[in-house]
């Protein structure tokens, strides 16, 4: 069975520019995640969707990041314009039951790098 | 508040030797699950373990085990006779019973088997 995969792997942008990051979850996974790790730091949680519906946001950082998860399959994230301090490693998890028990699979993460 | 400590960012230890990761947690929640993921340097956090707060028993899956102690809030992982393949950054995390809540986590333990 594929686990959870993400796109792309790296990517640089400037400042004032946009980025999409793309993530699949497993297979028949319901939920889906968006966490972020800054260099160093922890990694912190951004939102969290129930099929297509939005459960949590409260870890979006501001209105520049917009993820969608159009038809409950994969998702998107999106920075526009891009910061600084968007820089870091985004990681993508889905779990299949909506219960805090349910362990959440991680894919690989995207890391950006806002120049 | 949540909150997720692993005090160790860094660890070095030899080839076979013994090691200990810790992990300290926060949380108002009498209900709550601990878990342990890696991070091999292909970037993917590799699930672990989970752990309810209900279970104390300590649990062992070949050369690791991990020793959860809730009168100190910990929740340790120890890899006996370690080996290179070992090395990657460790992360503990925690979970509360509000379904669908998100994972805390810690800094993450980057752990060094040297040969």
């Known amino acids: 069975e594929a686990g959870v995969t993400q796109f792309p792997s790296h990517s640089v942008i400037e400042k004032g520019q946009t980025v999409t990051l793309r993530c699949d979850p497993i297979?028949?996974?319901?939920?889906l995640y968006w966490y972020r790790r800054v260099m160093g730091k922890e990694i912190k949680f951004l939102l969290h969707f129930v099929k297509e519906s939005k459960q949590d946001e409260s870890g979006m950082p501001n209105n520049r990041f917009l993820a969608e998860r159009t038809g409950g399959t994969y998702s998107t994230l999106k920075v526009q314009p891009a910061e600084l301090e968007d820089s870091g490693v985004y990681f993508c998890a889905s779990s299949q039951f909506l219960v805090a028990m349910d362990t959440q699979y991680f894919g690989p993460g995207t890391r950006l790098t806002v120049l | 508040a949540q909150k997720v400590t692993q005090a160790q960012t860094e660890i070095s230890v030899v080839e076979k030797e013994d090691v200990t990761l810790d992990c300290v947690y926060e949380t108002r929640d009498t209900t709550y699950y601990l878990f342990w993921y890696k991070q091999p340097p292909s970037g993917e956090l590799v699930f672990l373990i989970r752990?309810?707060?209900?279970?104390?028993q300590n649990e062992i899956s070949g050369r690791y085990s991990w020793n959860f102690q809730k009168s100190t809030s910990s929740f340790n992982f120890t890899i006996t006779a370690s080996q290179v393949v070992d090395s990657a950054v460790y992360f503990c995390a925690l979970s509360e019973a509000v379904p669908g809540n998100q994972f805390y986590f810690g800094t993450g333990t980057s752990l060094t088997v040297i040969p």
């Open positions: 752990r309810n707060s209900f279970d104390e």
């Open positions: 297979s028949g996974h319901d939920n």
